[in-house]
């Protein structure tokens, strides 16, 4: 079965980088066909996608934060990772990782992280 | 960006009513619609795909149908452990965009 973890500090000091990072198992992230992406929800909010990346390496990010965003994949580890830079208030939301095939659409969500934007 | 617009926001109803909600997205997306439901401090839980087509493991009781720009689910029978939060999502084209979710609530 597959599981995705995400991970990282659950705090972030305002204009700093938000840094998190995926880790799947029970299955390889190399994969062809599937993309890696993230979620995330204000606190109260709906659902916002920020962007994927394919096993590939090749991104498709939201415009909304294309300027402030990277989103990278480490097949060795079996990994992917989000950096959001210049965070304000309006970046604090519980992050989700997940996956969808070509075509189809998220099948495997990770538990989430809360990550909050505060001096 | 494709605007996706669930209706309504929130509902009351009892067990073992039959419940829809609509989804209506801002251009045609042909069937590339996707359903999820999530309770509260929990990851969103896929249910349908490709508007009509159940995920692996989802009950019966769960339906969908649309093509184009309107789409609907259906709770056949509302059950105790359905009443969650809804949220319809379009994978025809990237920005991948959610509707604002339907709130299921126990009459």
């Known amino acids: 079965q597959l599981q995705l973890q995400e991970s990282g500090p659950g705090l972030v000091k305002p204009s700093e980088t938000l840094s998190l990072t995926c880790t799947v198992s029970?299955?390889?992230?190399?994969?062809?066909?599937?993309?890696w992406g993230w979620i995330r929800q204000p606190p109260g909010a709906g659902l916002e996608w920020i962007g994927s990346?394919?096993?590939?390496?090749?991104?498709y990010y939201n415009p909304s934060l294309k300027s402030r965003l990277t989103i990278s994949i480490d097949t060795s580890r079996n990994q992917f990772s989000l950096k959001l830079s210049s965070v304000t208030a309006a970046d604090t939301a519980v992050y989700y990782c997940?996956?969808?095939?070509?075509?189809?659409?998220?099948?495997?969500w990770g538990q989430g992280t809360l990550v909050t934007v505060s001096s | 960006d494709i605007q996706m617009t669930q209706s309504p926001s929130s509902l009351s109803a009892s067990v073992g009513d039959r419940v829809t909600i609509t989804c209506r997205a801002s251009?045609?997306?042909?069937?590339?619609l996707a359903w999820f439901q999530q309770k509260p401090g929990k990851a969103p839980k896929s249910l349908i795909y490709?508007?009509?087509s159940l995920q692996s493991g989802v009950p019966s009781k769960f339906s969908g149908s649309g093509s184009g720009t309107d789409f609907t689910l259906t709770i056949s029978s509302l059950q105790p452990e359905d009443f969650a939060t809804y949220y319809c999502?379009?994978?025809?084209?990237?920005?991948?965009?959610f509707g604002g979710g339907t709130k299921v609530e126990i009459k």
């Open positions: 997940a996956r969808r095939g070509g075509g189809r659409p998220i099948d495997y």
């Open positions: 029970g299955g390889s992230i190399s994969s062809s066909g599937y993309f």
């Open positions: 990346i394919s096993y590939s390496g090749s991104t």
């Open positions: 251009q045609g997306i042909s069937n590339y």
């Open positions: 490709g508007a009509s």
């Open positions: 999502q379009q994978y025809s084209s990237y920005p991948l965009t």
